[in-house]
């Protein structure tokens, strides 16, 4: 039925979650921040996802999310950091620390050369490639997009016109599998392309959105392919 895949990276075929708490905690070790809490993590996740929804709505840029998101952060539990030094430690620490969701790597190898796979991304170009090589995924994909260089965020329409722009498939040869529902389900509404919502959680469905097909696992993409 379809062609191709478009895969989301962070929170889809890699756990940020699992990253996101291993980069803070050695930061604020090597920063001398003392110790981050489980529960702190939890609320920057809060803070972080917040800053990166305003992005998608086209109301903020990529560099004010990157300094207010630690500026409120720090601001909550009345840390004092340098916070443009502090999101470049952070980016680095990012980059270090990735982990699979679902053993997601063997997932796209085995579907290597059944079907197009392509990354489409909202994570800093930088930051993306730098996990893609040290997952080893960077091998297995057919091709990555990612929102800083195309000069588009998801869920944007343009976004997914400039994907298009370069891929053979057609719009309707093509599905979407992400956990977003800001990002990928709604730029897969936005675009006309199938989706697949990836939802570990077992989260409610929206009703102001269409989801084709959702997921617990990422194995049962094998069932809807």
Not at 7 to 17: K, V
Not at 81 to 107: I, M, P, Q, S
Request: hydrophobic share 40%; with cysteine; net charge negative.
């Amino acid at each position: 039925m379809y062609k191709a895949i478009l895969w989301d990276i962070d929170g889809t075929l890699l756990d940020f979650n699992k990253t996101m708490t291993a980069a803070l905690k050695h930061c604020f070790l090597s920063c001398g921040l003392g110790e981050c809490t489980d529960s702190m993590v939890e609320r920057y996740h809060l803070i972080n996802e917040g800053w990166w929804q305003r992005l998608e709505r086209g109301e903020t840029t990529r560099q004010e999310l990157f300094v207010k998101r630690f500026e409120d952060f720090f601001g909550e539990f009345g840390l004092s950091y340098d916070t443009h030094e502090f999101d470049r430690l952070y980016k680095l620490a990012l980059r270090e620390h990735v982990f699979f969701n679902d053993n997601a790597g063997e997932l796209v190898r085995s579907l290597r050369g059944r079907i197009k796979q392509y990354a489409v991304s909202n994570t800093p170009a930088a930051e993306l490639n730098a996990k893609l090589r040290k997952s080893g995924l960077d091998e297995l994909l057919d091709g990555v997009f990612i929102s800083e260089t195309l000069g588009a965020e998801k869920p944007s329409p343009l976004f997914f016109d400039r994907v298009f722009a370069q891929i053979p498939e057609s719009r309707k040869e093509v599905i979407i599998v992400g956990d977003s529902l800001t990002s990928d389900i709604k730029g897969a509404n936005n675009a006309g392309i199938s989706c697949c919502w990836y939802d570990p959680e077992r989260k409610p469905s929206p009703s102001e959105l269409w989801i084709d097909h959702i997921i617990t696992n990422l194995n049962q993409i094998h069932d809807i392919i």
